[in-house]
C-alpha cells in the first residue's frame, strides 16, 4: 500500500505537493506541515451512504428543487436550553453541523451536557477527551445523570461513524474534534489534516442521514477556533462562548448561522449545578451602589440582535508619566477609545493628550456595537472633569469623527427597557426617523402616565442631541 506526502496550511487549509514558505491562497508565511495519506479506497462512509441515501434513486442523479422535502414532523430540534435555542434561530436543524468554540474552562462541555441530559433517548455523546465514568460522574453532578442518552468514549473516527449509522440517534456530540483521528492519514489527533478529514466525514455522515451533529472546539492563544479555517466554512453554524474564567458570567454568540440569525446571543451564569440561563441580563449587569454614582460610570443600552441589554462603562483619566499616554481598555476595542479620545479633544474641548485613559465593561461582556460610543464618550468625559453622572441617566448612540451623534437602530426598544429598569432621563441621538420616533414618544408617555405595571406616574426625559459636545454638557449639566 502506498503512501502519499502532501503540505497542507494550516490557516486555510490549501494543500500542495511540496513545502512552500508563504502560502498562495491566504498569503500567510511558514503554515505548511507536512501530511501523509494512504493512498486507498476509503471503504467507509461514502460506499454505505450509496445505498441508504437515496433508495430507487442512482447515484449523482438530480431531483426538481419543489419536490424536495424542507419540513420535518416537527420542525427544529428543541435543546431545552431557551437561550441556546435564541442564538440558533429557534432550535438545532436536523442534519445540520454545529461548531462550539471556547476558552478552556469556559462551559463549552457543561452546557452540551445539560442540553444531552433534556433530550434524551435518541441521542449519543461522543467523548474523545473522558472516559464514560466521568461523563456520569459530571452528569449526575449536573442533575442529568438518570437521563437516556448514549455515551461512547473513541477518537477513531471510522468506530464513530459505524456507530452512529448503527443506532442513528437524532443529535450526536463529539467532544472534541481535535481528538478525533481517522487511521487513513498518519498525522497525530489535533493537527490540520485530522482535523479536517475527520469534520468532513461528519458533515458528510450529517447530511446523508439527517443526524444534526454538534463539534466542540478548542481555541488558540488568540480566542480563534484551532484547526484550518476550512472547518468554519464546512459547519453549518459557529457559534462561540465568550466571557473570563474569573467572570460567572458567559455570552454565547453566533459567528455563523446558515439557518439564522447573528445578531442573537445568549447569557448564562456559571453555577455549581452548571450552566444556568439567564432571561433578564440588564438587571446583572448593573451594580447595585448604596450611594451615589462615582465619576467616570455611565450606563448604555445595546441591542444584541432582537434583545436590549444593559451595561455598565467605567472609565478613569489620570495624569500619565509617559510621553505616550497609556490607552488600556477592556471589553471594548482600543482603537475606538483611542477614536473617542481625539473627537473629544477636537470637538468637544476636552484635553486628554497628557492623560492615561483607562476603560473597562462590567460582567466581562465584550462591546462591539457602534450604539456604545456615546457612553464611553461619555464615561471618559465624566471621569476627566470628576464629575458623576446623575443617578437614573442612561444614553445610546454612534459617534462620529466629525463630533456628530448619529442614530442606531432600535431606538424604542432601548428606549423601552431603559424606562422599564426606571431610568428617568435618556440621552439619545437627534433625527429619529418618525415611525421609531412615534414609538419613542408613546413609550415614553406610558412611563410619564404611571400605566407600566400599575405604578405612579414619573417624570421621564428624552434628550435628544445632535453632537458630542452637546450631550456632554446634558450628561454633566
Avoid at 83 to 103: F, K, Q, T
Avoid at 167 to 173: F, T, Y
Avoid at 259 to 284: H, I, K, L, Q, R
Amino acid at each position: 500500500m502506498a503512501t502519499k506526502t502532501q503540505f497542507v496550511c494550516s490557516n486555510c487549509g490549501h494543500t500542495e505537493p511540496k513545502w512552500l514558505g508563504r502560502c498562495p491562497d491566504c498569503g500567510e508565511w511558514s503554515t505548511f506541515v507536512e501530511e501523509m495519506r494512504d493512498d486507498k479506497k476509503a471503504v467507509g462512509f461514502a460506499a454505505r451512504a450509496a445505498n441508504v441515501k437515496a433508495p430507487g434513486r442512482p447515484p449523482g442523479s438530480t431531483v426538481a428543487l419543489r419536490e424536495v422535502q424542507t419540513e420535518r414532523e416537527g420542525g427544529r430540534i428543541d435543546t431545552g436550553v431557551g437561550e441556546l435555542n435564541r442564538v440558533l434561530g429557534g432550535g438545532i436543524v436536523p442534519g445540520s453541523l454545529v461548531l462550539v468554540g471556547g476558552e478552556p474552562g469556559v462551559g463549552k462541555s457543561t452546557l452540551l451536557l445539560q442540553v444531552m441530559g433534556r433530550l434524551g433517548e435518541g441521542c449519543l455523546m461522543v467523548s474523545g477527551e473522558e472516559s464514560t465514568r466521568q461523563v456520569a460522574l459530571n452528569a449526575r453532578r449536573l442533575g442529568v445523570g438518570d437521563a437516556g442518552f448514549r455515551v461512547l468514549s473513541e477518537t477513531d473516527v471510522d468506530v464513530i461513524e459505524a456507530t452512529i449509522l448503527e443506532e442513528r440517534p437524532e443529535v450526536v456530540v463529539v467532544d472534541s474534534i481535535q481528538t478525533l483521528y481517522s487511521p487513513e492519514l498518519t498525522g497525530a489527533p489535533g493537527g490540520v489534516g485530522q482535523v479536517r478529514e475527520t469534520a468532513a466525514r461528519l458533515m458528510r455522515l450529517a447530511k446523508a442521514e439527517g443526524i444534526a451533529v454538534v463539534l466542540v472546539g478548542h481555541v488558540t492563544k488568540d480566542g480563534s477556533i484551532a484547526g484550518p479555517r476550512v472547518l468554519e466554512h464546512m459547519v453549518d453554524t459557529v457559534l462561540q462562548f465568550e466571557g473570563d474564567r474569573y467572570h460567572t458570567f458567559r455570552v454565547l454568540r453566533s459567528l455563523k448561522n446558515r439557518f439564522g440569525s447573528t445578531n442573537e446571543v445568549g447569557v448564562f451564569e456559571m453555577t455549581g449545578a452548571g450552566m444556568a440561563e439567564v432571561e433578564d441580563p440588564s438587571a446583572f449587569f448593573l451594580s447595585r451602589r448604596e450611594g451615589g454614582i462615582p465619576p467616570g460610570v455611565v450606563t448604555v443600552c445595546l441591542l444584541e440582535g432582537t434583545r436590549p441589554m444593559l451595561v455598565e462603562i467605567e472609565s478613569l483619566v489620570a495624569p500619565s508619566p509617559l510621553a505616550i499616554p497609556r490607552r488600556v481598555t477592556n471589553g471594548v476595542e482600543v482603537g475606538r477609545v483611542n477614536m473617542l479620545c481625539a473627537v473629544l479633544g477636537r470637538r468637544a474641548g476636552l484635553v486628554l493628550g497628557d492623560q492615561d485613559v483607562y476603560v473597562n465593561v462590567t460582567g466581562g461582556v465584550r462591546v462591539e456595537e457602534p450604539a456604545a460610543d456615546l457612553g464611553v464618550a461619555l464615561a471618559i468625559a465624566s471621569a476627566l472633569r470628576d464629575r458623576p453622572v446623575e443617578a437614573g441617566v442612561a444614553c445610546f448612540g454612534e459617534v462620529g469623527l466629525t463630533g456628530d451623534v448619529r442614530f442606531v437602530s432600535g431606538a424604542p426598544r432601548r428606549v423601552a427597557e431603559l424606562l422599564k429598569l426606571g431610568f428617568k432621563r435618556i440621552i439619545s441621538p437627534e433625527g429619529v426617523p418618525e415611525g421609531s420616533r412615534s414609538a419613542v414618544s408613546g413609550a415614553v408617555n406610558d412611563a410619564q402616565s404611571g400605566t407600566r405595571n400599575g405604578r405612579a406616574g414619573r417624570e421621564v426625559g428624552l434628550v435628544e442631541v445632535k453632537t458630542l459636545e452637546e450631550a456632554v454638557g446634558a450628561a454633566l449639566s
